[in-house]
């Protein structure tokens, strides 16, 4: 049997829930363009189990002609403090999530191998490896093998030119006022102290954070461009002023949406029969209710709020009297996936919610995606991870911003200040907020009338943006299916 000589492209990226199933998208997105590649995704052996789980779920009833290939990198877990069962930010504190950071750095040796295992099995070093952004050393992995490095940002084009830039130009403050510009963005510009997660907000170059993110981060700005999920008509200023910073080519072949990847999916990465009763569940109580009448609350896949945030997120839900899903997880302080106790909300609450039928909890994972493309939906309470941006601007449903942690705080005053589809709640965990502060931030923005009807319609164009951008109308490619043409037709020139 020959070999096969299709260019292969290996793909590498971090490990969180919020990188890896984009990746898997991405891939899958390179694929359905073109079956001119062979993909390799390369990463630690659980999440691999991980991806397994995610591809064997889409993929058996989708094309048969997609295939992606797995390949373990094998991960030293004691040598940067993690506990043995630990390669992915799901099963960490969100303090030790640095750590895992650090000890991505040891998969250089590891992908160096399988870059040169491959090169030896097929006569030719692989195309490219798509490395996340996080990850900069790949750019050396590449460069001292005879490949080229593309460098893949799971985030849009404004909150990663924010984050990036922040950390790239540390000392953030020049001055003592809370208020600070950041480079590559217009002089008149200002971000606040509150938008910088305590992280960024303490870092002086000598803690673990700011010793990981800028060094590896300068890395991938020496990669040979940039791949972006997002959508050129959507964030135009972000994108311009991206490629400015970069000076790199940015492809923008988004939105990859990610819970189409966990289509069905109640639970992380597997779906199927475990999972097909919350969903039900949930669409069955969708379908009872009017149009644009239901708030929906997420923190994403790894986030909560602390208890007494809780409390008066509860309390502000109950009183605000507006039909709700919220998908909740055990406060700050407290494991994410421990079993929930009643006390973290006020007594009788979820018996009464349930009663009325005006608001349903749904412990630990809920199916984003189909609740927030239900019509009875309105309104998405959003920590603003990209992903989950994405999901719902792509369903017209305007946000609640609580931005948490990451770049997120960046996506939220773009949601707000450049596309007008959003209002902020509130910023981090350590933030006091009140039942009024909820009840306030709901009546705005699912207010059917005044400016929740604005942005209502804001996001709606938003939405046809995003459509057009992946489909071929007459001859005429959408901005997104003509960035991946011309991302395929450079890594193909020699
Ligand atoms: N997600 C989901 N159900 C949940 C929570 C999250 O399907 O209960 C999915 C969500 O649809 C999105 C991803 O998990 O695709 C979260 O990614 P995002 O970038 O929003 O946030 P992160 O988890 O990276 O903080």
């Given at each position: 049997?020959?070999?096969?000589?299709?260019p292969?492209i290996?793909?590498t990226p971090?490990m969180?829930?919020g990188h890896?199933?984009p990746f898997?998208?991405?891939?899958?997105k390179?694929q359905?363009?073109?079956?001119?590649?062979k993909?390799?995704?390369?990463?630690?052996?659980?999440?691999?189990?991980?991806?397994?789980?995610?591809?064997?779920n889409t993929f058996?009833?989708?094309?048969?002609d997609i295939?992606?290939?797995?390949a373990?990198?094998p991960f030293?877990?004691?040598?940067?403090?993690?506990?043995?069962?630990v390669e992915?930010?799901?099963?960490l504190p969100?303090?030790?999530?640095?750590?895992l950071f650090?000890a991505?750095?040891?998969l250089?040796?590891?992908?160096?191998?399988?870059i040169s295992?491959i090169?030896?099995?097929e006569?030719?070093?692989?195309?490219?490896?798509?490395?996340?952004?996080?990850?900069?050393?790949a750019?050396?992995v590449?460069?001292?093998l005879g490949?080229?490095?593309?460098?893949?940002?799971?985030?849009?084009?404004?909150?990663?030119?924010?984050?990036?830039?922040?950390?790239?130009n540390l000392?953030?403050?020049?001055?003592?006022?809370?208020?600070f510009?950041?480079p590559g963005f217009?002089?008149?510009y200002r971000?606040?102290?509150?938008?910088?997660h305590r992280?960024?907000?303490?870092?002086?170059?000598?803690?673990?954070?700011?010793?990981?993110?800028?060094?590896?981060?300068a890395?991938?700005m020496?990669?040979d461009?940039w791949?972006c999920?997002?959508v050129?008509?959507?964030?135009n200023?972000?994108?311009?002023?991206?490629?400015?910073?970069?000076?790199?080519?940015v492809?923008?072949?988004?939105?990859?949406l990610?819970s189409t990847?966990?289509?069905?999916?109640n639970?992380k990465?597997r779906a199927g029969?475990?999972s097909?009763?919350?969903?039900?569940?949930?669409?069955?109580?969708?379908?009872?209710?009017?149009?644009?009448s239901?708030?929906?609350?997420?923190f994403?896949?790894?986030?909560?709020?602390s208890a007494s945030?809780?409390?008066?997120?509860?309390e502000?839900l109950e009183e605000?009297?507006?039909l709700?899903i919220?998908?909740i997880?055990?406060?700050?302080g407290?494991?994410?996936n421990a079993?929930?106790?009643?006390?973290w909300?006020?007594?009788?609450?979820?018996?009464?919610m349930?009663?009325?039928?005006?608001?349903?909890?749904?412990?630990?994972?809920?199916?984003?995606?189909?609740?927030?493309?239900?019509?009875s939906t309105?309104?998405?309470l959003?920590?603003?991870?990209?992903?989950?941006?994405l999901?719902?601007?792509?369903q017209g449903?305007p946000?609640i911003?609580w931005?948490l942690?990451?770049?997120q705080?960046?996506?939220a005053?773009?949601l707000?200040?450049?596309m007008?589809?959003?209002?902020?709640?509130?910023?981090t965990?350590?933030s006091?907020?009140?039942?009024?502060?909820?009840?306030?931030?709901?009546?705005?923005?699912?207010?059917?009338?005044?400016?929740?009807?604005?942005?209502?319609?804001?996001a709606?164009?938003?939405a046809?943006?995003m459509?057009?951008?992946?489909?071929?109308k007459?001859k005429?490619?959408g901005?997104?299916l003509?960035?991946?043409?011309d991302?395929?037709?450079?890594?193909l020139?020699?």
């Open positions: 049997e020959t070999a096969e000589k299709k292969h290996v793909m971090f969180a829930h890896l199933i898997l998208a991405l891939a899958r390179i359905e363009t073109t079956t001119t590649f993909i390799t995704i390369a990463t630690t052996p659980l999440n691999i189990q991980h991806l397994k789980s995610a591809i064997s058996s009833s989708s094309n048969n295939s992606i290939n797995l373990e990198l030293n877990h004691s040598q940067y403090g993690l506990p043995p069962n992915n930010t799901e099963k969100l303090t030790d999530i640095i750590k650090h991505s750095t040891s250089e040796a590891p992908l160096s191998s399988l295992k090169t030896q099995q006569g030719q070093p692989p195309i490219c490896i798509i490395s996340d952004v996080f990850l900069g050393w750019t050396n590449a460069k001292s490949t080229r490095n593309i460098s893949f940002t799971t985030c849009g084009a404004y909150g990663t030119l924010a984050y990036i830039s922040i950390w790239c000392p953030h403050r020049k001055t003592d006022s809370d208020e510009w950041v217009p002089q008149n971000f606040h102290i509150s938008q910088m992280y960024l907000r303490a870092a002086d170059g000598t803690d673990d954070w700011s010793k990981f993110f800028p060094p590896q981060i890395l991938s020496k990669s461009g791949i999920n997002t050129e008509e959507i964030e200023l972000g994108l311009q002023l991206l490629k400015n910073y970069l000076q790199l080519p492809w923008c072949i988004g939105p990859l990610p990847t966990l289509k069905g999916s639970s990465y029969k475990e097909g009763i919350a969903l039900e569940e949930c669409m069955e109580w969708l379908d009872l209710k009017d149009e644009n239901v708030l929906y609350i997420s994403g896949s790894q986030n909560t709020v945030q809780m409390m008066a997120l509860a502000g605000s009297e507006k709700f919220w998908v997880r055990p406060p700050c407290f494991d994410i079993e929930f106790k009643a006390e909300l006020p007594e009788g609450f979820e018996e009464r349930k009663h009325s039928k005006r608001g349903l909890l749904v412990h630990k994972w809920g199916p984003q995606l189909e609740i927030l493309s239900h019509k309105g309104a998405f959003s920590h603003c991870g990209w992903n989950s941006v999901e719902s601007l792509s449903v946000i911003g931005p942690a990451a770049e705080a960046y996506n005053k773009m707000v200040e450049e007008g589809v959003s209002v902020e709640l509130t910023r965990v350590e006091v907020i009140s039942k009024e502060d909820v009840k306030w931030v709901i009546e705005i923005v699912m207010d059917q009338e005044g400016k929740g009807k604005e942005m209502k319609e804001k709606n164009e938003i046809v943006h459509r057009e951008a992946t489909v071929e007459g005429e490619k901005s997104s003509r960035a991946m043409d991302f395929v037709r450079t890594i020139q020699v």
